[in-house]
């Protein structure tokens, strides 16, 4: 089921994704988490971080695995997803680095790569609350609209709408990486809880196609409306062309 609340703005946003994801690491202290990287997580992790200096929250415990990374960009590489991480979140908390997983860009074996990291999520117990974003296409992780749902782990070609809307990163569109390793919409689905975040005007069409559409590869959030358990946090903007 989902249930989609609108926030005022993205400070409330991140509030509420924040305080989601203290209520599972107090349920349950050594949780398993889904993390997500771009702009839209970004207030809800600079809450993440506060609650740990205050005391709230302890992540000594807690497993994480990310969505997605790059392929070719190694972890030190201030795009990296990892380098993301680390400066946005894994720094300001007491998470033990070995602790946190993001797919390696630099993996000889890609196939080995993706296969290792579905086995780790499964053998951690699979994960208890993830957090995504969403493309103004539709995706969710790198799940790039297609004819069928990827389920596992996998390499993507990222499409050129992703390009255009990461490029805002780099010096050029030349610059981002063509692919990228990705959960799969599979992977995804079993997480036991879900928190997608979006904002702005942009994601206007993609939150309405996700939680109004039909659910489609078009579309891959989509998919969620068949997930249990998903809360859907937007701004105003985001929420404009939602309907019902
Ligand atoms: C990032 C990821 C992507 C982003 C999406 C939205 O790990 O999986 O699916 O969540 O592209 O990006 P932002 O938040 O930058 O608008």
Do not use: W
Request: hydrophobic letters at 45%; proline letters at 5%.
């Amino acid at each position: 089921m989902m249930k989609v609340h609108i926030c005022k703005d993205t400070e409330a946003m991140g509030k509420a994704a924040a305080a989601l994801f203290i209520a599972c690491v107090e349920e349950k202290p050594n949780a398993v988490l889904g993390l997500a990287t771009g702009s839209t997580p970004i207030p809800t992790y600079s809450e993440m971080a506060k609650a740990y200096q205050t005391g709230v929250i302890d992540f000594s415990k807690v497993t994480t695995f990310n969505l997605d990374e790059y392929v070719g960009l190694a972890p030190t590489h201030e795009q990296s997803y990892r380098y993301f991480m680390e400066t946005n979140l894994f720094k300001h908390i007491n998470i033990p680095t070995e602790s946190t997983h993001v797919l390696s860009g630099l993996a000889a074996d890609p196939e080995a790569e993706c296969g290792n990291y579905e086995a780790m999520i499964d053998a951690a117990g699979g994960i208890d609350l993830q957090i995504l974003g969403l493309g103004n296409n539709g995706h969710i992780a790198f799940n790039e609209p297609a004819d069928a749902f990827a389920a596992t782990t996998h390499t993507v070609t990222l499409t050129e709408s992703t390009i255009e809307a990461n490029k805002r990163f780099f010096e050029s569109a030349d610059e981002v990486p063509r692919k990228a390793y990705t959960m799969g919409i599979g992977s995804i689905m079993k997480a036991k809880k879900i928190v997608l975040l979006a904002n702005g005007a942009a994601k206007a069409d993609a939150v309405a196609a996700m939680v109004e559409g039909p659910v489609t590869p078009q579309c891959p959030a989509s998919i969620l409306q068949f997930h249990p358990n998903v809360v859907v946090l937007v701004d105003e903007a985001a929420a404009a062309k939602l309907t019902k």
